[in-house]
């Protein structure tokens, strides 16, 4: 008997995949420094904790409606408004378990058999297996270093085809960590308005950006944000990567077919961590101060990581924004470790954590073969030791 082939396109999460052996490794007792944490490493808040210890007793614990509480959406509509400028109502919004889900939905809710989704390069590895099994085909349209590893509206334009339903765009970015500005924003709103495509538009970065603020592509226009899905969620602005909330905000059409395929799906996402949501969002004065705090001490390392990696002499993509910084192992590759020859990214990762014991992610699923990904969701003495260990590692590369 044979399995589906959608199951077998799919390849399963690279980054899921080495976060949990350097955890594995750690718990093993191995002294490993992991840059390869996609969350942050914070403790979920207190307020929002204490939220959820309140709903557990208050007996929150039953089935929502599927798309997310009452309350919930109303608070997520009041973020949307005071930090976005966007103006939904709660029937535009649709909870789920995670932004990953979120993505998933919106995709199966927009997507027909053979449509072309536009994903610019590097990517977050999970787009173009989120927009596959929706039956969708991703297309790259790879970022130029001279542009920031930003899309133009002339490279948009020329990857449109009449197939192409949609166009993802990761503001900040996951792998890159480039942030558009205004005018780059309103540039690209310009050229998608002139066609019938939707914009799936991640901000679940949003909040981290160290130099520039975050301008969503919804707010440009009517039209812009009839066709614009949102995606946001509470696991990297509220160290929340564990409780599973992500929303979607987009036209009622769309929310509601994402609802009704979750309805028969995952039903409602966790009722107590919807509540402790509700919190975390609506207690603006805890959050800010969390946020604040949060963001300052990923700048200290952002400034650290990349004093570091100047020092070793290597390229790298200096990061506006989320907590990640792409470092290029190009120069390293043909070389070889104790006899064991780097070929690759995925080599360089591979023999660099059985040897130094560092994690870091390979980016050839990212569409950035040359580079790897370090996290800076890491603190300030694991990055001054795993760059000590990183520069000893490749002082040993030989031809
Ligand atoms: N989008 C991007 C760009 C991400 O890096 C992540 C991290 N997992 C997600 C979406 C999904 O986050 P979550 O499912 O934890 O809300
Ligand atoms: N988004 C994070 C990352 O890129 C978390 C892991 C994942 O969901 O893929 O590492």
Redesign the pocket.
Known sequence: MKIADRAKQIAP?L??EI?ARAKKMKADGMRVVSFAA??PDFNTPDYIVEAAHEALNNGLTKYTPASGTPALKKAICLKLKNDNALDYEPSNIVVSNGA?HSLFNAFMAILNPGDEVIIPSPY???YPELVKMAGGVPVFVETKPENSFKITPAELAKAITPKTKAFVLNNPN?PTGAVYTRSEINALAAEIEKHEIFVVSDEIYEKLTYERRHHSIAAYSDILKERTVVINGMSKTYAMTGWRIGYAAADERIASAMSSMQSHSTSNANSIAQYASQVALSDRLHGDAFLESMKATFDARRALMMLRLQRLGVEFIEPKGAFYVMMSVKKFIGKQYDGQRIRSAFDFASVLLEQALVAV?PCESFGAPDYVRLSYAASEIDIERGLDAISAFVSQLKD
């Open positions: 999460s980054t899921l976060t996609g969350e990953k977050w590895l999970s996951n992610i």
